[in-house]
């Protein structure tokens, strides 16, 4: 009678309905070969049937089982629970499948949606990897790309796309190559190209827009200044640099920018043994501080077809063993090829820059192309303040084979200003030969010279560096007390007086903090990565 009863009882109970379907999480990330746990939460908590169903909506990426979901491939899926008693209620949670620690990912052709790297694995790119159609390729502090050799492996952001480079001092992102250590050497591969649609005086399309050099074929150039690009922040570029045809001016750099804007975002970035120039800009107004060219065969900072952008704290550290058969320069600096007026005129801005050449390291070997600290040419309006070159076969050319950069000198649009050359064999160099505007070196003299510009031509490389050649591996960077690298300096020329700069009472790129210590590296031959 009693379980008569109490049967009768049960069946009375009334069922409780669900009335919600939600998941712990509604977002989350789990790496490849890994799980992460999704947890339901049905209301009411009493409701009679708690049961959910999964799915996912692609298997090949992350699969479901109970609410544990499996990373399987790289990508981003949505897992869905759905309540058994009531498929009207339903949840959502959307899964990005990260790499797993220590994989290593090769990446070729084009990325045409935002895409993100992450630290934990490594990236091999092979061939010409385009970023395009507006894409944004986001790469996380502390991670490692490397060129696959023979390739031609460059990492390409064209116009409209961008870079989101952002590493910190502690861990900076790095370029490399994929050789052992003690076998990686200068064009091991391709490089990083940024193109964007600010102003340059090419007209390989039409006025005011190029196409990139090598094969490439990316457009670049516009009418925006202010273009963005992205950012490159506590950046490492080692062993680029490689001729991509055998025609001339057909060579990639270790960071090359096409008409990049002003809105991009340069600092703290090293370009070690390239193959070819370490920076090289085409036109473009994106300002730079805080950056290294270091051991590059080519030159230093090679600015071309209407740059006018303005850079602070820069680097140049050459190694006596690398140089070029086209002859290897701190600075070069053309309007264009032709030397012609086309505007933008290429004129930027460089202040605080440390040039150290191959005779502050040690002896030239036979047959060394190392040439000049600054080779201004063509037409150029490049301008330098508050800088020191040191140590160089050659100093000072202002050249008009081509163009009027003599002409520019001499009306003080090209301007140099508290600045030191020390250390030369020849301070000034006359460009001989067929000669459009010559300039003499006693014009070069009376130019350099000129009490108003407050430069310095008498000093040796000992009064700049010390009694100690510089330590490609360990340089000494910081000027010894009492230098005359110290004082000198001046802001008051008016170009100087945008909020860019940051005034200092030292000339060159170094007072009493080193800047490179912690993210740059001076032995990556030899760095196990």
């Not at 797993?100 to 090769?106: E, F, L, N, R, V």
């Not at 602070?312 to 063993?321: E, K, S, T, W």
Request: glycine residues 10%.
């Amino acid at each position: 009678i009693v379980s008569a009863a109490m049967l009768i009882l049960a069946s009375c109970e009334k069922e409780v309905p669900v009335t919600g379907l939600a998941l712990d999480k509604q977002e989350a990330e789990v790496q490849v070969g890994n799980t992460v746990t999704l947890l339901s939460v049905i209301d009411p908590v009493d409701a009679t049937n708690t049961n959910v169903t999964w799915t996912t909506s692609d298997a090949s990426i992350a699969t479901v089982t109970n609410g544990v979901v499996t990373g399987v491939d790289l990508g981003t899926v949505t897992i869905t629970a759905t309540s058994a008693e009531n498929s009207l209620y339903t949840a959502e949670c959307v899964i990005t499948v990260v790499p797993s620690t220590g994989q290593q990912i090769t990446v070729s052709g084009d990325i045409t949606g935002d895409t993100k790297w992450y630290a934990q694995a490594t990236y091999l790119l092979s061939g010409f990897v385009y970023v395009k159609n507006d894409a944004v390729l986001t790469i996380e502090p502390g991670t490692l790309i490397r060129g696959v050799s023979n390739t031609k492996a460059t990492l390409i952001i064209e116009r409209g796309s961008k870079i989101m480079a952002e590493g910190t001092a502690d861990a900076p992102i790095v370029f490399t190559s994929d050789k052992a250590p003690g076998s990686r050497g200068s064009g091991d591969w391709g490089g990083l190209v940024l193109a964007g649609k600010a102003k340059t005086n090419k007209h390989d399309v039409e006025a005011g827009v190029g196409i990139a050099e090598g094969g490439i074929g990316t457009e670049y150039g516009g009418t925006d200044d202010s273009d963005n690009s992205g950012i490159l922040r506590y950046v490492r570029i080692e062993f680029p640099g490689i001729p991509l045809t055998s025609t001339a001016n057909s060579e990639i750099n270790g960071l090359t920018m096409y008409a990049v804007g002003s809105e991009t975002t340069i600092d703290h970035l090293q370009v070690s043994y390239s193959g070819d120039d370490s920076f090289e800009w085409f036109g473009g107004k994106v300002n730079l501080k805080y950056i290294v060219a270091y051991g590059g065969l080519d030159d230093g900072f090679d600015t071309d077809n209407g740059f006018s952008g303005k850079i602070q704290f820069g680097l140049i550290l050459q190694d006596p063993l690398k140089s070029d058969q086209s002859g290897s320069n701190s600075f070069e600096s053309d309007n264009d090829a032709d030397g012609s007026l086309l505007e933008p005129i290429t004129s930027p801005i460089f202040c605080n820059i440390t040039s150290l050449g191959p005779l502050c390291v040690g002896t030239l070997p036979e047959g060394s192309m190392h040439e000049k600290a600054l080779h201004l040419r063509r037409g150029t309006m490049t301008s330098v303040y508050n800088s020191v070159f040191v140590g160089y076969p050659q100093g000072l050319s202002i050249d008009g084979q081509k163009g009027n950069s003599p002409t520019r000198a001499d009306d003080n649009e090209l301007q140099i200003e508290n600045t030191i050359l020390a250390g030369m064999t020849a301070t000034f160099v006359e460009k001989t030969g067929t000669v459009n505007i010559p300039y003499t070196v006693a014009q070069h003299i009376a130019y350099f010279e000129d009490a108003s510009r407050n430069n310095a031509d008498d000093m040796t490389i000992e009064d700049v560096i010390g009694a100690s050649l510089i330590s490609l591996t360990s340089p000494s960077l910081l000027p010894a007390s009492g230098s005359p690298l110290l004082s000198g300096a001046s802001f008051t020329n008016t170009r100087l007086t945008d909020s860019f700069f940051t005034p200092t009472a030292y000339r060159g790129a170094f007072g009493t903090e080193d800047w490179t210590s912690g993210w740059c590296n001076w032995d990556p031959q030899n760095t196990v990565y």
